[in-house]
């Protein structure tokens, strides 16, 4: 009986010890989906280089180049093709990962 009750406590422990580990810079690892909320202090353009399968060659889309202040001090670039987004200096974003690919969206 003191047996199965010491196995249960020493279980009962490693589970609680398990479950209460935090991260204090999640935003740094990547999980299914994480948010990162920032500013964008400066703007490239570039040219991404992109194999084109159906024609066996590379394809150059452009690009952008965002640097972001997180609002945990952090600075963070990410390099995205232009799409329907239109970026300004100053503008509150949110970086979106998910599946350890990110990408830049305007903050509502």
Known sequence: MI?????????????????CTTNPRK???????????????????????????????IELIEGVELLIQTNEG??????????????MLGDKVVIQKINKQSKVIPSE
């Open 74 to 87: 952090d600075s963070i670039s990410i390099i995205q093709k232009n799409d329907q987004y239109s970026f």
């Open 27 to 57: 935003d740094l690892n990547y999980s299914n989906q994480d948010l990162i909320i920032g500013t964008i202090v400066d703007i490239t353009n570039v040219m991404i280089e992109r194999d084109s399968i159906s024609e066996n060659a």
């Open 3 to 19: 047996i199965k009750y010491k196995r249960f406590l020493l279980i009962s422990f490693f589970f609680i010890i398990s479950s």
